[in-house]
């Protein structure tokens, strides 16, 4: 009974505590809410439009300017660092912390969609298992303003005992990660953009700008090509472009207009009708493209007088016209379409056999 009676009361005084501490935060919240010097706002400041703008231009400047001392910084350390990259056959893994970690991840997305296989490890998570994705084929590119920033520091001798070769980027080269690489990129600069002189900011450009320097030198040496980054961007507009082909959105099948090249325009005037393109094909009897009838040449045949029920279609048919191959690029046929002022487009093989048609709604719904 004794014990029952212990358990109910540590019940209990447990319960009051947790009110207490309740009311407690409801005080809180209460002096927070009616406290005018709590609540009282800063009042915006009366800066003219000249002002503003001078400020914003001032930024920019001290911002050219860093990017203006780097070109001296382009030499044989960054050829080196360009070899150790172009001789890694795994990735190359960007690290760093705070503002160079998001520089970082921009710098790695860059490195893999250019052609150089790489990821971005946050130095913290590395300190708690995801170093586990560095392998000892990788090369690190470790980034750091200060150069001793303590995350990636803690790491330094793991990537050592891998034996990695490591490029750093950082703002001292007498600090102990610029020490400890293989290669060290100075990003130093005199000052930062921000008036106080405190949040990065000329210092994340410089670093960013060093980083697309690696990306794009690396690209141009490896031969990157407009198709290899097409391939890395098949959702984008220059990856339609570049890779979405005819054969894979033209129309096939019973959805091609065609009709034989002994029917009549009445025929060809169903057939059109049926399929809904302003156009249709004519093929003879192995399926091979002989012409084509369009709503213009209906206007054509009418003025003439013709009888559309007695009138072979191969009177009236076009017999020079446009027509292109499956392997053509979309985005050509595309332009080609515009410049002749065309909706629809035969597609035919080497045999000129008809294998289907292309409308300018299927290609601009494709997103070209």
């Not at 005080?27 to 800066?47: G, S, V």
């Not at 690290?95 to 160079?100: A, D, N, Q, Y």
């Not at 980034?143 to 001793?148: A, D, F, L, P, R």
């Amino acid at each position: 009974m004794n014990g029952c009676n212990t358990h109910g009361k540590a019940r209990q005084d447990t319960g009051l505590a947790r009110s207490a501490n309740n009311q407690c935060l409801r005080d809180l919240l209460t002096k927070i809410r009616y406290n005018p010097r709590i609540m009282q706002t800063t009042a915006i400041p009366n800066i003219s439009s000249d002002k503003l703008v001078q400020l914003g231009r001032s930024v920019v400047t001290a911002e050219m300017n860093t990017i203006a001392a780097l070109v001296d910084r382009i030499d044989e350390s960054f050829a080196e660092a360009c070899r150790l990259m172009l001789q890694c056959d795994g990735r190359i893994v960007v690290i760093g912390m705070g503002k160079s970690g998001h520089v970082g991840g921009k710098i790695a997305a860059t490195l893999a969609s250019t052609g150089t296989p790489s990821f971005f490890v946050h130095p913290g998570e590395a300190n708690h298992g995801d170093l586990g994705m560095i392998t000892y084929r990788d090369v690190a590119l470790a980034i750091s303003n200060s150069g001793e920033t303590a995350e990636i520091v803690s790491i330094l001798p793991l990537i050592h005992n891998m034996k990695i070769p490591m490029i750093s980027m950082t703002g001292n080269p007498r600090s102990t990660i610029a020490k400890r690489a293989t290669i060290n990129l100075n990003i130093g600069v005199s000052q930062e953009a921000c008036p106080l002189g405190l949040a990065p900011t000329s210092s994340t450009t410089a670093t960013l700008v060093m980083g697309d320097a690696l990306a794009l030198t690396l690209l141009e040496a490896k031969g990157f090509t407009a198709q290899d980054y097409a391939r890395y961007h098949p959702a984008g507009n220059l990856g339609k472009r570049l890779l979405l082909r005819i054969e894979d959105i033209m129309r096939q099948g019973d959805s091609v207009p065609a009709v034989s090249e002994h029917a009549t325009v009445q025929d060809a005037l169903l057939e059109m009708t049926q399929k809904h393109l302003g156009m249709t094909s004519v093929v003879d009897a192995q399926n091979n493209l002989v012409g084509v009838y369009t709503d213009g040449d209906i206007r054509r045949t009418v003025t003439l007088g013709l009888n559309l029920q007695e009138t072979p279609i191969r009177q009236v048919m076009t017999t020079n016209y446009k027509k292109i191959s499956p392997q053509m690029l979309a985005y050509d046929a595309l332009m080609l379409m515009e410049n002749h002022k065309v909706t629809s487009i035969l597609v035919v093989d080497e045999q000129h056999k008809l294998l289907g048609v292309a409308h300018i709604h299927d290609l601009l719904n494709a997103g070209l």
